[in-house]
């Protein structure tokens, strides 16, 4: 599925038409703590736990918990 805004293409329909609200500035999804509106159900659920404190992505090697899944993988980084 090829985006005909940028040429980025997509394995299925669905992770197009999520991509597609960049293009469009889409935001259905909204923070009921902060009115904070994204474009899809996983930042809002990044969004959630910031308002929780909830930090369930665990460094296997140090313990050190995160917010996000990104920003652990940047950690595993420094033990390797």
Not at 28 to 40: A, F, I, M, N, R
Not at 47 to 66: D, I, M, Q, S
Not at 67 to 76: A, D, E, R, Y
């Amino acid at each position: 599925y090829l985006c005909v805004e940028c040429g980025d293409s997509f394995c299925q329909s669905s992770a197009l038409n999520v991509h597609l609200r960049i293009h469009h500035g889409k935001r259905p999804c909204k923070c009921e703590d902060c009115g904070k509106t994204v474009q899809h159900s996983l930042a809002l659920g990044a969004c959630l736990r910031v308002h929780t404190g909830a930090k369930p992505y665990k460094c296997v090697e140090c313990g050190k918990t995160f917010l996000k899944s990104s920003t652990l993988k940047v950690h595993l980084k420094l033990h390797t």
